[in-house]
């Protein structure tokens, strides 16, 4: 559905001006905005502005008199295809993840039930303060979409992450935030689908960093028979994958994703996007191998199980009164395989899910399976990894650099990986005639 009526929050942050550009771009994309803004956004721009690029009144003070019988909040909220706050300040945030409602920016949210956008803009320490990372959360998994915010230089003199994203970006969110399900509550705990998964993913408009590149990404996890009615897994999702699957897609890539049994929310299509689904760890290896001389980065996020019965019966195993003994072989290690035979620019990145000793665990599998990166976190913390949309985890590289990537959700984990990646890839190679 197009979107075609949007109320804009403003807040008090000095990237308020910005707003002004916001509201033009989107008044020139045929929208037509109305603009909600809190005492200190008013401060740093005038409604007067927002009132002559809208045509329309500001609603500015929660007692003030409302232009007809109904009260603004709720006039505009029946009214409303989408509401975007931007720049959205931590005390926003804050009010709005707790329901606060004593401005019209947190009113108008306390009473529109429809997507909902924010763009936060404040200084890096003040984004990155436990409270703050837990509001945006909370928000994210409300359904609440967050365009991030960029890094550079801050009003305040400091360098870091905390700019407001260009107008653009925020602009492209709010004309897609319907399409991309902003503001469709997750159910909590978080249910398994990538519609759930899209509603908490920062939104970032697609660029083409991995444009003309083939990423194979390997997810769920496998089962491995024991008799034709029960097999060998683990309680991999393959939520990882469909992250790192939209992530690579957004970037530009041909995408393939060879899956084990997950259900079928958790397999990404779209343009670019290919399935392959599997179900066991010998079929995944097949998978990979016939698809590898194609593909420049392997991204293994399946849990593969490491070990199969050697020649499953060929019928149920019954109950004989007696204790059973099966056998069990390892499986195939996918990740090392590809690592022994890749050529020249593959990269290989790997996952270490560990219980103790997370960075010697880490660096063993980097060096064993000769990956180039490996992504490592710590299974026995409960809120994160196996089934949940939020991950912490420490991206490791050969040259001995990492970087921690503190609790996120999975699809800016994913961000973050294929942002080590494209520090690795060597140039593009001209497509050759046969492939053009
Ligand atoms: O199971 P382990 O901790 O060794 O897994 C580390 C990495 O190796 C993961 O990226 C996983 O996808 C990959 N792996 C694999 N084949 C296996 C076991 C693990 O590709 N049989």
């Known amino acids: 559905m197009p979107v075609n009526k949007v109320v804009l ?3 008090g942050s000095i990237a308020a001006y910005k707003a002004a550009e916001v509201c033009s771009l989107l008044r020139k994309a045929g929208v037509e905005v109305r603009v909600a803004m809190t005492a200190c956004g008013a401060r740093f721009v005038t409604p007067l502005t927002f009132e002559t690029l809208t045509q329309h009144p500001v609603y500015a003070d929660v007692f003030g008199q409302p232009k007809s019988y109904e009260m603004d909040h709720i006039a505009w909220a029946k009214w409303a295809d989408v509401f975007a706050v931007a720049p959205a300040t931590a005390n926003i945030l804050a009010k709005m993840a707790h329901g606060l409602a004593d401005d019209p920016v947190s009113t108008f949210y306390l009473s529109f039930d429809g997507p909902t956008i924010v763009a936060p803009a404040m200084n890096t320490r003040m984004l990155e303060h436990p409270a703050t990372e837990a509001n945006l959360n909370l928000l994210r998994s409300r359904g609440v979409a967050v365009v991030a915010p960029a890094e550079g230089l801050l009003a305040c003199g400091d360098v870091g992450r905390g700019k407001l994203a260009d107008p653009a970006a925020i602009v492209a969110a709010v004309l897609g935030a319907q399409s991309q399900g902003a503001g469709q509550p997750v159910a909590s705990p978080p249910a398994a ?8 993913t920062t939104l970032r408009p697609p660029d083409k960093s991995l444009a003309g590149r083939t990423v194979l990404i390997t997810s769920g996890p496998t089962h491995e028979y024991l008799d034709p009615v029960r097999f060998l897994t683990n309680p991999s ?20 994703l060879v899956s084990g049994p997950v259900s079928p929310q958790m397999l990404p299509t779209g343009e670019g996007v290919t399935v392959h689904r599997v179900t066991t760890a010998e079929q995944m290896l097949r998978a990979v191998r016939d698809l590898a001389p194609t593909v420049d980065v392997f991204v293994f996020a399946a849990a593969v199980s490491d070990f199969r019965v050697a020649t499953p019966p060929t019928h149920k195993i019954k109950r004989t009164g007696n204790s059973l003994t099966l056998p069990l072989i390892e499986n195939p290690d996918i990740a090392q395989a590809i690592g022994c035979i890749k050529e020249r620019g593959q990269i290989t990145v790997g996952f270490a899910a560990e219980t103790e000793d997370l960075e010697r665990n880490a660096l063993a599998k980097l060096e064993r399976k000769r990956l180039d990166l490996i992504v490592a976190n710590n299974v026995s913390n409960p809120r994160i990894g196996f089934d949940r949309d939020v991950n912490e985890v420490t991206i490791y590289r050969r040259d001995g650099s990492r970087r921690h990537i503190s609790e996120r959700p999975k699809s800016d984990v994913a961000f973050e990986v294929f942002e080590a990646v494209l520090g690795l890839l060597g140039p593009l190679q001209p497509a050759s005639p046969a492939t053009a």
């Open 9 to 11: 929050g403003v807040t």
């Open 237 to 256: 999702s393959g939520r990882m994958g469909a992250a790192l699957t939209m992530e690579a897609q957004r970037r530009g890539a041909k995408v393939h």
């Open 193 to 200: 689908s990538v519609a759930s998964a899209a509603t908490v």
